[in-house]
């Protein structure tokens, strides 16, 4: 199961009230180091489902949502649990760079 996206509309229903941990990766289409760690995010999801939700949200789409959660810098990935960001990770990382960061949640 890939990360799938998310809107305003279904921001709350995917992220904040997930009984899972979730992460979010805010992105731009443009964005080069965005569309390399997509695949990578994408695999983390397949690899880890039972654990953790990945989304995507789209920063250009929806930058109301952005500003709330202060991304200045893409991709920046944001850990919410019981609806709070518990961790970020700003910039793109190979695959074991990113699961060292997230260890805690794909445990």
Not at 82 to 93: F, H, Q, R, S
């Amino acid at each position: 199961m890939s990360a799938r996206d998310v809107t305003e509309a279904t921001f709350a229903a995917e992220v904040l009230n997930n009984p899972k941990p979730v992460i979010v990766d805010f992105w731009e289409p443009w964005c080069g180091p965005c569309r390399a760690v997509s695949p990578i995010l994408d695999a983390i999801a397949d690899d880890n489902a039972e654990t953790i939700d990945i989304v995507k949200l789209n920063v250009d789409e929806f930058p109301d949502l952005a500003a709330q959660y202060s991304i200045l810098n893409i991709p920046a990935m944001k850990v919410f649990k019981d609806g709070v960001v518990v961790k970020t990770v700003i910039g793109a990382k190979p695959r074991p760079a990113l699961e060292q960061d997230l260890a805690e949640f794909l445990a």
